[in-house]
């Protein structure tokens, strides 16, 4: 029988190389299951969830080939948990909806402080939609798009601002309540703009005889120092849709800077009685960010949320020359005589 002594150093590496790998997939994936976002740097490991099932899965083997059973079997519990975390959002089964009235395509789009603007245009050009909710439009480009598509959106609620401050809201529809605060670089909101370092605003649509809250969402990134303001500004998104009525149709689309694995955006879900339009189409873990730089895309922070007065026919997720993020763009039946 060989002596397994000389094995032993071998083991002792693997089991603390496997034990440092399951450390940050146990603390990302036990914040999921607590349903809380805590502090930096978990808002930005959330994002990569999906990703750690790689190390835990390593951690899973090392544990084993250093035949610590207590280890193994905690690498188990923590590649399961990691893994069961990670698996896409599926749609609720039972949805309660009317009869058909309108079929109505929304595109939501980041273009990167205006510098995907023609990008955008020809994306509309192209796809036609009756909604457009663009981040990061300022104020050249919001004058860009108005004036392009003033017969084919010639409705607009707009925060004009420099930079990523500014939105525009492009409608087939007539818009009211729009509530569009005076020109800054950084706006105050007043009305429908929910208050936010960058642009939020909102007006009601009329589609098909009904009136529909529409509200572009846009709060700031989860950076290390401002976790905190990105959690409220995802609150008062949250306070905004769960203040409306009832029985009021309503769109809420942008960049969340957040994705599903997220408390803060599923706290909008569950206040607003919204779904994601892309859970419904089971396509909640197609990335839209980052689209530039080294790192492919590896986060969905991009999202049009629906209230159960829509059914959605399709989902795409369009590149966009020039900007980090793809769009995403939406075809969804407004129903009613619920």
């Known amino acids: 029988m060989d002596d397994p002594l000389p ?3 071998r083991h002792r590496t693997a ?3 496997g034990g440092l790998l399951l450390i940050v997939p146990a603390v990302i994936a036990g914040c999921r299951i607590l349903d809380t976002d805590a502090v930096t740097p978990v808002p930005q490991l959330l994002s990569l969830l999906p990703w750690l099932t790689v190390p835990a899965a ?3 083997l090392l544990a084993m080939t250093a035949r610590r059973r207590a280890l193994s079997l905690l690498a188990v519990v923590v590649l399961a948990t990691t893994a069961w975390s990670a698996l896409p959002y599926m749609p609720r089964l039972i949805t309660s909806y009317g009869l058909p009235l309108a079929r109505v395509r929304v595109l939501a789009a980041n273009i990167e402080f205006g510098e995907a603007t023609g990008a955008l245009i020809d994306t509309i050009r192209r796809e036609r939609p009756q909604l457009v909710f663009v981040s990061e439009c300022d104020r050249a480009c919001g004058h860009t798009l108005t004036s392009t598509f003033a017969t084919e959106l010639p409705h607009h609620a707009s925060v004009d601002a420099d930079g990523s401050a500014g939105s525009v809201l492009l409608s087939a529809y007539p818009l009211r309540d729009k509530g569009i ?3 800054r670089a950084k706006p105050r ?3 429908r ?29 989860p950076l290390p120092g401002r976790v905190d303001a990105w959690k409220r500004e995802l609150g008062r998104i949250a306070t905004v849709a769960a203040g409306r009525p009832y029985d009021e149709p309503f769109l809420l ?17 569950d206040r607003g009685r919204l779904q994601d339009a892309a859970r419904l189409a089971r396509t909640s873990r197609t990335p839209t960010w980052p689209t530039e730089g080294p790192v492919p895309p590896y986060v969905q922070i991009d999202h049009v949320l629906v209230s159960d007065d829509f059914s959605v026919a399709g989902i795409r997720f369009p590149a ?4 980090d993020h793809r769009a995403v763009l939406a075809d969804l039946d407004l129903r009613g005589g619920r």
């Open 181 to 183: 605060p005076p020109a």
């Open 320 to 323: 966009l020359a020039g900007s």
């Open 253 to 269: 689309a942008g960049d969340f800077n957040a994705s599903q694995d997220h408390a803060a955006f599923r706290a909008i879900l």
């Open 58 to 60: 390593l951690g899973a």
């Open 7 to 9: 094995l032993r150093p």
């Open 189 to 191: 909101a007043r009305g």
């Open 193 to 221: 703009v929910i208050p936010a370092a960058m642009g939020m605003p909102g007006a009601t649509a009329e589609i098909a005889g009904l009136p529909v809250r529409l509200q572009l969402a846009h709060p700031l990134p």
């Open 15 to 17: 089991a603390w190389a």
